[in-house]
Each structure stands twice: as structure tokens, then as C-alpha cells.
Nanobody, 115 residues
Framework: VQLVESGGGLVQPGGSLRLSCAAS????????MSWYRQAPGKERELVAR????????RYADSVKGRFIISNDKAKNTVHLQMNSLKYEDTAMYYC?????????WGQGTQVTVSS
């Protein structure tokens, strides 16, 4: 099983980034896919989740209206479009795949919002 994140980087406040997570080694369409983030000294928190059937989408209150999660089942990829980025969005962003007791994590991609 592999989850490989990409798309992180340094961006100015108000800017945008698009994170991608390429999945392999499991039945992508059967898993709920999520993005989490962890800032230094803080606990890992859920940013956005899309259910396996793409019916249920959930966002953290702090990113509602700014971030959009989507998945491309043909490419086994989940994206996180991040707009109107704020300093407080700075964190390591992790891709997660979950189905029942099965729970997989990527290595993370760093997002830094700074002027």
C-alpha cells in the first residue's frame, strides 16, 4: 500500500495550492479518503474527508469555503484544492485511506504560508 502526497510548498497568504495523493496497492474506490494536517506542537487534525461513494464530504470548520476535496477514481488520486490560504494553514498535510479497521497514511507534504 502506498499513498504519495505532492503539491505542497511555500505560498503567500491569500494564495492557493493543490495537493494530490496518489494511491496504490488497495481498492481505492472502497476507502474513505481524507486529508489531515499537523502543525508543530499541535495534534493531527482532520481537514477534509470524502466517502468511498463520494456522497459524504466533510470539512473542518476552519477550512470550510476555502478548501475543496475531490477524488479521481480513474487515477486513484485524491486532491485537496486550498484557496485563500492563511498563516494558520501552515502544517504538514497527510493523506489517509480508511476502511473499517484498515487505516493507511502517506508520508506527508509540507505547506508553508508565509509572506
Amino acid at each position: 500500500v502506498q499513498l504519495v502526497e505532492s503539491g505542497g510548498g511555500l505560498v503567500q497568504p491569500g494564495g492557493s495550492l493543490r495537493l494530490s495523493c496518489a494511491a496504490s496497492g488497495f481498492t481505492f474506490g472502497s476507502y474513505d479518503m481524507s486529508w489531515y494536517r499537523q502543525a508543530p506542537g499541535k495534534e493531527r487534525e482532520l481537514v477534509a474527508r470524502i466517502s468511498s461513494a463520494s456522497v459524504i464530504i466533510r470539512y473542518a470548520d476552519s477550512v470550510k469555503g476555502r478548501f475543496i476535496i475531490s477524488n479521481d477514481k480513474a487515477k486513484n488520486t485524491v486532491h485537496l484544492q486550498m484557496n485563500s490560504l492563511k498563516y494558520e494553514d501552515t502544517a504538514m498535510y497527510y493523506c489517509n485511506a480508511k476502511r473499517g479497521s484498515l487505516n493507511y497514511w502517506g508520508q506527508g507534504t509540507q505547506v508553508t504560508v508565509s509572506s
